[in-house]
T-cell receptor, first 113, second 113 residues
């Protein structure tokens, strides 16, 4: 069965510090991978998605970047965090060419102070 | 831009009664709709979906109805159980981009014993 991991679960970082959130998927090959952010009281906002190694599509201009160095690894980064980067970050995967349902990881709660 | 709207931030129902969660969308190019359920500090889990060529899809206690002319969909839970208490997100997929999923802000359902 497929499993998706995200870490860390919670993170408190000062403004201006760098960020690296990691997501890995097990039990599937060549998945489509996604990064979402949920701000307080808001819905999920798609930040990035990737359909293959090294391929990244950005949906929202922002202070963040994403990379996919391996087939089942997706990384969300920032060089300098802003207060507005606080939120709940979710990684998700979907079978490439399969059904449209996306499956989410447990999320990372990021607080920028 | 809020292309998917869930106008009720919360809903409270009695155990055993019907829960009806509503969702409206503005983009007629959405062709696939999904409902997700989310518990605190966890990622959303897929619940049920419906294609735009259908007007109803049923899975156990959960039924999703789609009214394309009104650009409205609803999730019915019958009978409601205390374990159904969670935040429910409506999501819609764009016709031309399998990876572009738009989420509503969510409705918090509380089922009282």
């Amino acid at each position: 069965s497929q499993t998706i991991h995200q870490w860390p679960a919670t993170l408190v970082q000062p403004v201006g510090s760098p960020l690296s959130l990691e997501c890995t998927v097990e039990g599937t090959s060549n998945p489509n991978l996604y990064w979402y952010r949920q701000a307080a009281g808001r819905g999920l906002q798609l930040l990035f998605y990737s359909v293959g190694i090294g391929q990244i599509s950005s949906e929202v201009p922002q202070n963040l970047s994403a990379s996919r160095p391996q087939d089942r690894q997706f990384i969300l980064s920032s060089k300098k965090l802003l207060l507005s980067d606080s939120g709940f970050y979710l990684c998700a995967w979907r079978t490439s060419g399969g059904s449209y349902e996306q499956y989410f990881g447990p999320g990372t709660r990021l607080t920028v102070t | 831009d809020q292309q998917v709207k869930q106008n009720s931030p919360s809903l409270s129902v009695q155990e055993g009664r019907i829960s009806i969660l509503n969702c409206d969308y503005t983009n007629s190019m959405f062709d696939y709709f999904l409902w997700y359920k989310k518990y605190p500090a966890e990622g959303p889990t897929f619940l049920i979906s419906i294609s735009s060529i259908k007007d109803k899809n049923e899975d156990g206690r959960f039924t999703v109805f789609l009214n394309k002319s009104a650009k409205h969909l609803s999730l019915h839970i019958v009978p409601s159980q205390p374990g159904d208490s969670a935040v429910y997100f409506c999501a819609a997929r764009g016709l031309y981009n399998n990876n572009d999923m738009r989420f509503g802000a969510g409705t918090r359902l509380t089922v009282k014993p």
